[in-house]
């Protein structure tokens, strides 16, 4: 009789700081928005890194002028507006990555409290860039 082994798979979660931004101002004017987050790898990183850059510039508008722009002239096609406006989206995504590797017993508010109040200082006592 064979015995039959069960394995336990346990997921290392890692957190990350993101700061999210639009391209085109570069978080100036209060556009940006900071997390700290818990992701299984860099790549669902990024792509909380990317979704928190469109937030940021779809709650401030900061594609509303460029549409309006399109919608006036002469090229305007409201059946592809929709795509015109995710492609303006897309290229304006910014942010920043940085794994966290050592937490100095904080929780994940009081991280993203100081990643908010002083980033560079928050980096160098956190973080390394990936």
């Given at each position: 009789m064979k015995k039959e082994i069960k394995r336990k798979v346990v997921m290392i979660m890692k957190k990350y700081a993101i700061y999210a931004y639009d391209n085109t101002y570069g978080g100036l004017h209060?556009?940006?928005?900071?997390a700290i987050v818990d992701c299984k790898d860099q790549k669902e990183a990024e792509m909380t890194g990317a979704e928190m850059?469109?937030?940021?510039?779809?709650?401030?508008?900061?594609?509303?002028?460029?549409?309006?722009?399109?919608?006036?002239?002469?090229?305007?096609?409201e059946e592809a507006s929709y795509e015109y406006e995710s492609e303006l989206?897309?290229?304006?995504?910014?942010?920043?990555?940085?794994?966290?590797?050592?937490?100095?017993?904080?929780?994940?508010?009081?991280?993203?409290?100081?990643?908010?109040?002083?980033?560079?200082?928050?980096?160098?006592?956190?973080?390394?860039?990936?």
């Open positions: 209060g556009y940006n928005a900071y850059s469109r937030e940021v510039i779809n709650d401030f508008g900061l594609v509303d002028d460029d549409m309006e722009e399109y919608i006036n002239s002469e090229d305007y096609d989206i897309e290229e304006d995504v910014a942010y920043e990555i940085y794994e966290i590797v050592d937490t100095k017993g904080l929780s994940n508010e009081e991280l993203e409290s100081e990643f908010y109040n002083d980033k560079e200082n928050f980096i160098k006592n956190y973080c390394k860039e990936v």
